[in-house]
């Protein structure tokens, strides 16, 4: 058999269509096949193939969101088959094997149908995040693509106070990583902590996978949820999902096809580098996990939030936990804090009223002697429509 030498994970049993390829193989003598995926939008039903097509096997999973089927192309003197999976929501991908009766068969359908569909086009100044949360039944995940500022582009709205941790924080590498694989962002609402957290995982992007998780009280609530996230990755929920991979070998693949790699402009920036398997999961206002009462009011999930960043469960897995609150140093769970658990542990304060002055450029009113980056974009931008309800004492209460 002659194998594109490229393959992802698609012999490993677990996908109905891509197993039912094989059972065509007998059909050819010397039969030619190839693997690949592309990120996309353009529905593979709307691709217009250069002969008749028999669909041979069909599989839908609603709960998933994923669609596949099998079909045998008409060619001529031998039949075809073109195997195809393609995600409805969440990873925006499609991907394809073709079994041929000669290279050049497999060559033509493979250009076919990458200057057939429509690439994703990802700005510069993205990055991508997966989203997870507990489906009902089992966890799911769908991937977006967000704006991130550079850290340098945003490093003047914060406190000097705090400034060179988090300058540190960001030029963080997995050699750094020596201890804890906890760390935390503190600091009053309104800070920044967010807007610095996706300046981060643009800088992280290129050695690490950005996870968010939306519902942390079930991530760590539920053992079943948060051990198939961790232990099998991404990937045992979708085998196919070997974005980075993929992406990595897509221009060899559009070259062997003749097509033009700028098209898939992507596959192009990834420039062969490959992901060493780090994972950095996000949980914002975690404010429940980190109490001195955490153990009374979230029972077990305390534990397994520990065991995750130094015990038993962590241990030989490359995942990095990432949690805010607006919790103050003084009332964080004495467990979270010990030595050795976090690899880093940054207050991003408030500005003081001189450091507010600074950044506005202008004398700035305010009541109080410390104002919120929030509070100074606010009057900058005016954005906000109304001033609310305005709170009056009343001379009595009612009884």
């Given at each position: 058999m002659?194998e594109?030498?490229?393959q ?9 269509i ?7 193989i007998?059909q050819?003598g010397?039969?030619?096949v ?15 193939f ?15 969101k994923?669609?596949?089927?099998l079909?045998r192309?008409h ?13 409805m ?18 060559n ?11 690439p994703i086009?990802?700005?510069e ?7 997870w ?19 340098d582009?945003?490093k ?11 300058d ?21 609402p309104?800070?920044g902590?967010?807007t610095?957290l996706r ?17 942390p ?7 079943g949820?948060?051990?198939e996230?961790l232990?099998s ?5 979708d ?7 993929d ?8 070259s ?8 898939f402009?992507?596959?192009?920036s ?18 429940e996990?980190m109490s001195?009462?955490a ?8 534990s397994?939030?520990?065991?995750v ?14 949690m805010?609150t ?6 964080v ?9 976090t690899?880093?542990n940054?207050?991003?304060?408030l500005?003081t ?7 506005a450029g202008?004398p700035?009113?305010?009541?109080d002697?410390e ?13 906000q ?8 004492e ?6």
């Amino acid at each position: 058999m002659n194998e594109v030498k490229y393959q992802t994970k698609y012999e490993d049993g677990q996908d109905f269509i891509f197993d039912k390829v094989w059972e065509q193989i007998w059909q050819f003598g010397d039969p030619h096949v190839v693997s690949f995926s592309v990120e996309t939008l353009t529905p593979f039903d709307t691709i217009e193939f250069p002969a008749k097509m028999t669909k041979v096997a069909e599989y839908k999973d609603l709960n998933s969101k994923f669609s596949s089927a099998l079909y045998r192309l008409h060619t001529t003197p031998h039949h075809t088959y073109v195997a195809y999976r393609q995600s409805m929501s969440g990873t925006k991908r499609m991907w394809l094997r073709i079994v041929a009766a000669t290279q050049e068969t497999l060559n033509d359908l493979q250009k076919l149908i990458l200057t057939s569909v429509e690439p994703i086009q990802v700005e510069e100044n993205t990055v991508k995040v997966k989203f997870w949360n507990w489906a009902g039944s089992r966890p799911d995940y769908n991937s977006r693509n967000l704006e991130a500022p550079t850290w340098d582009e945003i490093k003047g709205n914060y406190s000097p106070k705090c400034v060179e941790a988090l300058d540190d924080l960001i030029n963080l590498t997995p050699a750094d990583i020596t201890g804890g694989r906890l760390a935390i962002l503190l600091g009053p609402p309104g800070t920044g902590k967010t807007t610095m957290l996706r300046a981060l995982c643009r800088e992280w992007a290129k050695w690490c996978n950005i996870d968010y998780i939306i519902d942390p009280e079930a991530f760590f609530g539920n053992s079943g949820y948060m051990m198939e996230c961790l232990l099998s990755t991404a990937d045992a929920l979708d085998p196919y999902d070997e974005d980075d991979e993929d992406d990595d070998e897509i221009q060899k693949i559009l070259s062997r096809a003749g097509v033009e790699p700028s098209r898939f402009p992507r596959a192009q920036s990834a420039g062969g580098v490959k992901q060493p398997g780090w994972r950095l999961l996000i949980i914002e206002d975690a404010e429940e996990f980190m109490s001195p009462t955490a153990k009374e009011h979230v029972g077990q999930s305390l534990s397994r939030l520990l065991n995750v960043g130094d015990g038993f469960i962590g241990q030989g897995l490359n995942i990095l936990i990432l949690m805010t609150t607006n919790t103050k140093m003084a009332d964080v769970h004495p467990a979270i804090k010990r030595a050795g658990r976090t690899f880093a542990n940054i207050e991003v304060p408030l500005l003081t009223h001189a450091e507010a002055i600074k950044w506005a450029g202008h004398p700035v009113e305010s009541k109080d002697e410390e104002v919120s980056l929030a509070d100074l974009f606010e009057e900058r931008n005016k954005s906000q429509i109304g001033k609310g309800i305005t709170q009056v004492e009343m001379p009595g209460q009612y009884l």
